[in-house]
């Protein structure tokens, strides 16, 4: 998921809406991604440095645990081939929290699960990663922010790293006591560590 943050643009008031008047284009929008929504974070400040059109509207970018990113040693896990218990061992780092037992899923949450299990499968492919975005990442301008989960397992800290490095002048930051999704396990802890980055923007 990405979420869009900005500072310096912001919906015009209803009577200038309701005039048919144009919304002024977004400036400095940040960019924070979790997984999945870290990749997507990552590829449009990739496509907005080598598009003069998107010149100023990104400000900045936040990559919370993303996957995308193809790194030597440090493979993403099988996300498919875990099961329930599996997946909450890689993905939490109090495991008990992030399980769902499967027996207690209704017909509907389970057809659900599974829709989002082909979904995942066909916009980021079984692999979870594009061999040719690290390589990309030199090419970021804005400002960077990796945000890391010390627990996770379905892309570990290392990866994390690997990643930050990739990016022109990154900080990384680990989490400690979360895992893959370090927002949902260590909401304040996550929070502590984004905030000095973005109130430097």
């Not at 509907?108 to 829709?115: F, L, M, S, V």
């Not at 990442?137 to 397992?153: C, F, H, M």
């Not at 930051?173 to 980055?197: K, R, S, Y």
Request: glycine share 8%; aromatic share 6%.
């Amino acid at each position: 998921m990405c979420f869009f943050l900005s500072r310096a643009s912001s919906p015009p008031p209803a009577p200038a809406r309701a005039r048919g008047r144009a919304p002024r284009p977004a400036r400095d929008v940040v960019l924070i991604g979790s997984s999945i929504g870290g990749w997507v974070a990552l590829e449009m400040a990739v496509q907005a440095a080598a598009d003069d059109r998107c010149a100023g509207v990104i400000g900045a970018v936040v990559v919370i645990d993303g996957v995308g990113a193809a790194v030597d040693g440090e493979p993403v896990a099988d996300f498919f081939a875990l099961d329930a218990r599996g997946l909450a061992e890689a993905a939490w780092h109090h495991p008990e929290r992030g399980y769902l037992d499967p027996a207690r899923l209704t017909d509907e949450q389970r057809a659900i699960q599974q829709a989002n299990g082909r979904t995942i499968a066909a916009v980021a492919g079984r692999s979870m990663s594009d061999p040719t975005l690290l390589g990309r990442l030199d090419t970021v301008d804005v400002p960077a922010l990796v945000v890391w989960g010390e627990s996770d397992r379905i892309v570990t800290p290392a990866y994390g790293r690997a990643v930050a490095r990739a990016i022109p002048g990154a900080r990384f930051v680990e989490v400690p006591e979360a895992g893959h999704l370090p927002h949902l396990e260590a909401p304040d802890a996550t929070w502590a560590a984004m905030e000095p980055f973005l109130a430097k923007l």
